[in-house]
């Protein structure tokens, strides 16, 4: 299998195999050069799923979609030069947000370097501290223990994507010629005996077996600790941040292991859209006790008008509400911080205590325990007083948050009907309609930055698997449409993509994805001409620069690029799009659903539905 013609496609083949024994499933390769022993060798694989993408920037995104909405690391392929500089963006986001990715750029021999050479830059520290590890592969050579080399690496790149901190590793693969795999003689041919040398040969399998811990049992000292001030507190909370891609999975944290302890002692479970917590079956359970519900979504309406917690487990990455983040910044309040690798996510410096552990294992840990104490005292004669809180015994607590919830939900359905939308539209209707519309299961990817914070207060929590994903990791509004079709490429549910019209524009190239890639999506772009975020920032008021600098109105006809693309493209009305969405859902193939806005005026109308909200919640509170 390793025999190979010359030393660049030996090396290339024994990489891959190595990658593919090592569980690796996909890569996407970006043209040229340099990299042809790798893209040969990926391109022949036939346990590696290929995905061929024309730009290096949207070949990064792509791959970052792809391990985001999987949680296993994608390759990445591109030649020498500024093509490596075109994956860093989606590198620093994989970074941040903890999204597995293994990045291959090929390189001159080092002879070659800072010598004049075409198309040779210093990639040997590119992406700095934003990959967990990056190794220069040695020059191939048919050596025994410069392949063994190659191999162990192999198997360690993969592993440092996700052993600890999930995210981007990087290997620097130098190649001389020749790089295609043809007969060499001399310096750069492989002897035929190479491939029957245990180095050559491989091993039945990987060559290094790599495992990762298991998810280690959670110490019983936070456990007691989190329990005591859970159990005492009058108003305790659960706030589920953007999960990690690795905790979208429930074998890694059991939205029904977090409804169970919320519902022991009383708490409210604040979920982002993100936090795979908002959506799902466990949903059911807000309809059981309406009076007490567990799972809020509307929070970001009304939070500021509640009472503060005075006991607050966080899971996740920060929320995507400021309100709530100030919120909890304000709390007079013991915060327990869960993370998997003990990393400070929590910008306000409010939080007083950190506990490195697997959030789902805390719960589940928790939920066990709340069960059994549940259990023995139901069976027990005795009168013990250690029972588990009931949302009762701390003064409607949690009621005061369904209250609140009936009350932001009750307000923006009055500000959805065709009556109002027509006299005032706005872009947070499409957000509502495109929950509450989505087939169970979706994924529905939401860009920067307006659509995503519109998700997180018009997401009405709904029983559907959706798996909702964003880049809120470094928040970037380029690569947008990349990283929703590469999310898309790992799934058979239905694609929504939401996305600004500028987070469109700066990803066009993203598009051709659609078709080479073979994935299909339901695009809805709010064409809002323009940054409509930047109406939320002081700078509204210095105008000029504000319309020509921030705001940046481009009068973009975006038909012309789905014509371009190939893709159907209709324009609607905001209510015209509940039924041209529910039409696209059922349709093959992928529609382009433009919703045209005056960004001012949304924004006027979330200000006085925010003011409604908060009137009524605080009047409700008095
Ligand atoms: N450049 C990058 C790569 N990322 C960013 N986050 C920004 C600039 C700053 N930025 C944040 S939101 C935004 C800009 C320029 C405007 C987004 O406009 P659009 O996609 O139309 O969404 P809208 O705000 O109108 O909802």
């Known amino acids: ?252 944290l059991d939205p029904a292991d977090v409804v169970a302890v919320a519902d022991a002692i009383g708490a409210p479970v604040l979920a982002d859209p993100l936090s795979n917590l908002r959506f799902g079956p466990h949903v059911a359970a807000n309809r059981s006790t309406s009076d007490a519900q567990t799972i809020y979504g509307g929070y970001d309406g009304y939070i500021d008008e509640l009472p503060t917690p005075d006991a607050v487990v966080r899971c996740g990455a920060s929320p995507t509400s400021k309100r709530l983040r100030h919120a909890l910044r304000d709390a007079d309040a013991r915060q327990f911080l869960l993370d998997p690798v003990g990393a400070w996510r929590e910008a306000t410096y409010t939080a007083t205590d950190l506990v490195a552990a697997e959030p789902g294992a805390v719960f589940e840990t928790l939920a066990d325990e709340f069960a059994d104490t549940n259990t023995s005292t139901s069976t027990s004669t005795s009168t013990s007083t250690s029972t588990t809180s009931t949302t009762a015994s701390k003064g409607g607590w949690r009621t005061r948050f369904a209250e609140a919830e009936h009350t932001h939900w009750t307000h923006c359905a009055d500000a959805r009907t065709e009556e109002a939308l027509e006299s005032t539209p706005f872009e947070g209707a499409i957000l509502a309609s495109v929950f509450e519309g989505a087939p169970d299961p979706a994924t529905i990817f939401v860009s920067n930055s307006m659509p995503i914070r519109d998700g997180d207060r018009f997401g009405r929590p709904r029983e559907a698997d959706l798996t909702v994903l964003a880049n809120r990791g470094a928040s970037g509004i380029d690569g947008i449409t990349s990283s929703a079709l590469g999310a898309g490429s790992a799934t058979d549910e239905p694609l929504v993509l939401v996305t600004g019209d500028l987070a469109f524009y700066h990803d066009s190239n993203g598009l051709l994805a659609l078709e080479r890639c073979g994935v299909d999506a339901t695009i809805v772009l709010l064409d809002n001409d323009g940054g409509g975020i930047f109406h939320k920032l002081p700078v509204e008021e210095f105008d000029p620069p504000f319309t020509s600098q921030f705001k940046t109105p481009h009068g973009l006809e975006f038909d012309a690029l789905a014509e371009l693309y190939e893709l159907e493209f209709e324009r609607v009305t905001p209510t015209e799009f509940e039924d041209t969405y529910r039409q696209s859902l059922a349709s093959d193939g992928t529609q382009v659903l433009s919703v045209e806005f005056d960004s001012e005026t949304s924004h006027r109308r979330r200000e006085e539905l925010d003011e409604a909200v908060r009137d009524a919640v605080g009047a409700d509170d008095d």
């Open 1 to 252: 299998m390793t025999s190979a013609p010359n030393r660049a496609t030996l090396w290339g083949r024994i990489l891959v195999d190595e990658l593919a024994a090592g569980g690796l499933e996909a890569v996407c390769l970006a043209p040229g050069s340099r990299s042809t022993p790798l893209t040969i060798a990926f391109a022949e694989h036939p346990e590696i799923e290929v995905f061929s993408h024309l730009d290096e920037r949207s070949a990064a995104f792509f791959a970052l979609g792809r391990a985001r909405r999987t949680g296993e690391p994608t390759a990445l392929v591109c030649t020498s030069g500024t093509a490596a500089a075109n994956f860093h963006p989606a590198v620093i986001e994989a970074d941040q947000a903890r999204v597995p990715m293994l990045v291959l750029t090929a390189d001159r021999p080092p002879e070659l370097r800072d010598s004049g050479a075409n198309q040779t830059v210093d990639q040997l520290d590119l992406y700095g501290d934003a990959v967990r590890w990056h190794a220069e592969l040695p020059v191939p050579e048919a050596s025994e223990r410069t392949v063994r080399s190659l191999r162990t690496s192999a198997a360690r790149a993969l592993l440092e994507t996700t052993v600890s901190e999930p995210g981007p590793v990087h290997l620097n693969c130098p190649f001389r010629k020749p790089l295609e795999p043809i007969e060499t003689d001399g310096l750069e041919s492989v002897p035929d005996e190479f491939s029957e040398t245990p180095a050559g040969r491989g091993r039945d399998g990987a060559f290094v077996e790599t495992r990762k811990p298991e998810r280690e049992a959670v110490d019983t000292a936070d456990i007691d600790s989190i329990r005591s001030v859970l159990e005492s507190a009058a108003r305790p909370l659960i706030v589920a941040g953007p999960a990690d891609p690795a905790t979208l999975s429930p074998s890694q």
